[in-house]
């Protein structure tokens, strides 16, 4: 793997599904980069339902930024997104736990659902976002070297060996053990923050 020698300008945090800016891994996140790179535009928006909305809202949010100069950071279907972005931007993407085929296994959430951090909170996946999903899924990784993915073997919503094989092209880290949301992630953030050139050492 080859760590990029110069650190984003701009860097921007996808959630998963049902999840939002308020989970653990974007908020420690955001933290570490309020307290050591504020110099770094940083953005992490609510997701709408809708995988093409989602996609449009990204895209959009990040027109003005500098491709070389930005990069994404992706949990499960945020992952995923991740990988739509980097494939259609150019840009650098760090996958944690990525969903492989979300269209797949998405399609039993169809219906009312909640949100994980606000259960007091609903929203409706609606049989469509399935399609949706599925018209957005790249062919291919174009350029491997542009990805770091973060894999744990002890996942308990996602296949590690599907997400490894996905992955295969970019050396994917498996972690052995830890689980879906890699509740062990501040263990690995230095390995996130190095390959995005945001640190030296660890923190």
Known sequence: MNTPARAPTHLLYLHGFR????????????AWMQAHRPDVHWWC???????????DLL???????????????????????ATVLAERLGCR???INPAVEPARD????????????DPQQHFFFRAEFVDELRA?????????????????????????REMAARYAACHPHVIQGSDHALSDFDAHLPRLLGFLGLQNASS
């Open 59 to 81: 895209l959009q949010g990040t027109a003005a930024w500098p491709r070389d100069g930005m990069a994404v950071v992706g949990s499960s279907l945020g992952g995923f997104y």
């Open 45 to 55: 928006p609510q997701l709408p339902p809708s995988p093409r909305e989602a996609v």
């Open 93 to 95: 993407a760090v996958l």
């Open 19 to 30: 999840s939002s800016p308020r989970s653990f891994k974007a908020q420690r996140m955001a």
């Open 136 to 160: 957005l899924q790249p062919p291919a990784l174009t350029q491997p070297q542009r990805y770091l993915a973060l894999i744990a073997t002890g996942d308990e919503v996602l296949d590690w």
């Open 106 to 117: 998405l399609a039993k959430y169809i219906g009312e659902q909640t949100a994980f951090h």
